[in-house]
């Protein structure tokens, strides 16, 4: 990357608005966009309309999140958990008597409305860059706060990914519709996205007002020795370690994962699995471990920050997935090198090519899987070379500083229109 320039008056001011419970691809996405933007000539400002507790991580990299005071003033500790009882005390009972979800959705939505549309009136934009898709009105938001800005929106996740009842019901597709077609440029984090959502929006997501930009992963090496890395992690030093690292819900499939696992024990590959997440899918998972009887060669890990003592400690990275848009831990795991079997789901195949740089299975069948962890484990040298051909994809194509210079290229493009 260049470095980065001195901040001036007349470096364009772009906002990036992002307003995740939780650390993940988007978060990284929206950091890495704030910290590496200097360098390619912009001001940037990571906005969120309360506090998360992702935010202190940021500022440990360099970035610190901007809450808006009187947005932030509104949540305090003792308010009540629905933003709509906040501005109605009447509709805050319909909300929480038995109305019709539609209602419900509706309500909800024009409260988060309110919340980024006054979230992004505290900071002086040039250029808004949401993350926002489908029936997430933060495009729909930033377009009114500021009618001459430029709005641009990352599509990070696919419609299938969106609950079917939500899709069915008439509040979400009205919603969708209006926020598609409040952003300039929305740009996808795959070619399978930005065909999905073309396909179900009812608004042209073809090109020039559709683009993809793949994320991009800081370039990184292993510095943690792997004995080292197994003994923090309670791990034998011989154990052959397959990696997860995933938030524990049901699109994450690791139910399938579990029972591919089972299929390689009983054909004598003795494995040990990691799986590094937390969700609502613990609980079955857990009770999953007990009954396939694999208490001791699973472990699940719940939440971690020190994703380098974990690949560290890895020998194959897998990802169990029904669905995904372009998963950010791929790239990671890639850069570390490890090989890699992946779900053939989303944008998948736009990084992996079965038995070049990866092996990729289908969805949701354990037997295929089994079947692809099995070839690396007895392949010898197959393992290392899929690891060494995706770290060349990898770092031809699909670093942070790729995936923050083609934005900028964007921004200048619609700032000089």
């Known amino acids: 990357m260049p470095p980065a320039a001195p901040a001036t008056a007349s470096r364009p001011r772009v906002t990036i608005f992002c307003d995740e419970e939780a650390w993940g691809g988007i978060v990284t996405y929206a950091v890495e966009l704030?910290?590496?933007?200097?360098a390619f000539g912009f001001d940037a400002t990571l906005v969120a309309p309360e506090g998360r507790p992702w935010h202190q991580a940021a500022a440990e990299l360099g970035v610190a999140v901007h809450v808006p005071g009187e947005v932030a003033n509104a949540l305090s500790a003792d308010a009540p958990k629905s933003r709509a009882g906040r501005w109605l005390p009447t509709v805050a009972r319909l909300y929480r008597a038995a109305a019709p979800r539609s209602v419900k959705w509706l309500l909800g939505s024009w409260d988060e409305y309110r919340f980024v549309h006054r979230a992004l009136a505290a900071v002086p934009a040039d250029l808004i860059h949401v993350q926002s898709v489908g029936a997430e009105v933060a495009a729909l938001a930033a377009r009114a706060q500021s009618p001459k800005c430029p709005v641009i929106s990352t599509l990070h996740f696919?419609?299938?990914?969106?609950?079917?009842?939500?899709?069915?019901?008439?509040?979400?597709?009205?919603?969708?519709?209006?926020?598609?077609?409040?952003?300039?440029?929305?740009?996808?984090?795959?070619?399978?996205?930005?065909?999905?959502?073309?396909?179900?929006?009812?608004?042209?997501?073809?090109?020039?007002?559709?683009?993809?930009?793949?994320?991009?992963?800081?370039?990184?090496?292993?510095v943690l020795d792997r004995d080292e890395a197994r003994r923090r992690l309670g791990l034998a030093a011989d154990a052959r370690v397959l990696l997860n690292v995933a938030a524990l819900m049901e699109y994450k499939d690791q139910a399938t994962l579990l029972t591919a696992v089972r299929l390689l024990l009983d054909s004598g590959d003795e494995v040990t699995l990691v799986v590094a997440g937390e969700g609502p899918n613990r609980p079955h998972l857990e009770q999953q471990v007990r009954e396939l009887g694999l208490t001791d060669h699973v472990c699940l890990l719940g939440h971690r920050s020190d994703t380098a003592t974990l690949f560290a400690a890895a020998d194959l990275y897998v990802q169990s997935s029904k669905?995904?848009?372009f998963p950010m831990v791929l790239l990671e795991a890639g850069l570390q090198g490890l090989p890699v079997v992946a779900t053939d789901v989303g944008g998948v195949a736009e990084l992996i090519t079965d038995g070049v740089n990866?092996?990729?299975?289908?969805?949701?069948?354990?037997?295929?899987?089994a079947d692809g962890?099995?070839?690396?484990?007895?392949?010898?040298?197959?393992?290392?070379?899929?690891?060494?051909?995706?770290?060349?994809?990898?770092?031809?194509?699909?670093?942070a500083e790729h995936m923050v210079r083609e934005t900028a290229a964007v921004y200048r493009e619609l700032l000089a229109r």
């Open 323 to 325: 669905d995904e848009a």
């Open 34 to 38: 704030t910290r590496s933007l200097p």
């Open 358 to 369: 990866g092996t990729l299975v289908p969805p949701e069948n354990p037997v295929e899987m």
């Open 373 to 399: 962890l099995r070839r690396l484990l007895r392949g010898g040298e197959l393992g290392a070379r899929h690891a060494r051909e995706l770290s060349l994809t990898i770092r031809a194509s699909f670093l």
């Open 158 to 222: 696919p419609p299938s990914m969106v609950a079917p009842e939500r899709v069915r019901s008439w509040t979400w597709r009205y919603l969708c519709h209006r926020n598609m077609a409040a952003f300039d440029v929305g740009i996808a984090v795959s070619r399978a996205t930005l065909a999905d959502w073309d396909a179900i929006s009812g608004v042209s997501l073809g090109p020039p007002r559709g683009r993809v930009i793949y994320n991009g992963s800081a370039s990184s090496e292993i």
